[in-house]
């Protein structure tokens, strides 16, 4: 159960406009997630902004975004984050084989060159912060600037929606 209860439109002093807004970019449902974060309107309109651009206003291939988005949910141990894009990745045609070999995916096979350093820079944006310069030129040999950029903002977003759904422990909608 979440830390806090969670608000919608009917809530009073909930922004009913902001509300619309968010289900819209959700396809008409809110998430639990996102009936925390209406506690606060301009949090809320700042996070719906950002993922929304991350989500569906960038370049980046949409498979590469959600294999580092998912490998996020496993290094941060945040299952919430994982149920929600585990689907998203099927969608973006990453086969399950992939997404199950996530969280042994250096051992694994079945990652190309591009996918293994999008996640190796993952990893180290997320267990290091710090990027090791060869890990950087590892990747970048395979995006280009506006790539690179929202690869970046990717993950690190992603740190904190998995940061967020923990302190909150916000769970899996039923």
């Known amino acids: 159960m979440a830390r806090l209860e969670f608000v919608d439109a009917s809530t009073p002093g909930v922004d009913a406009a902001l509300v619309n807004m968010v289900k819209e970019r959700r396809g008409g449902e809110l998430l639990n997630l996102d009936k925390l974060l209406l506690h606060s309107a301009p949090l809320a309109r700042g996070w719906n902004a950002m993922f929304g651009a991350i989500r569906t ?56 060159q591009r996918e293994r350093d999008a996640l190796a820079y993952a990893t180290a944006m997320t267990l290091q912060v710090q990027v090791p310069d ?39 909608e039923r």
């Open 57 to 112: 206003g960038g370049i980046l291939d949409g498979g590469v975004r959600e294999l580092v988005i998912l490998l996020v949910a496993i290094l941060n141990r945040a299952p919430y984050e994982f149920a929600q894009h585990a689907p998203v990745a099927l969608e973006e045609g990453v086969p399950q084989a992939k997404i199950d070999a996530l969280g042994h995916w250096a051992q694994a096979g079945d990652f190309t």
């Open 134 to 172: 060869d890990v950087f030129a590892d990747v970048r040999r395979h995006f280009n600037e506006r790539e690179m950029v929202e690869l970046t903002a990717t993950v690190a977003g992603y740190n904190m929606v998995s940061r967020f759904l923990e302190a909150m422990q916000i769970e899996v």
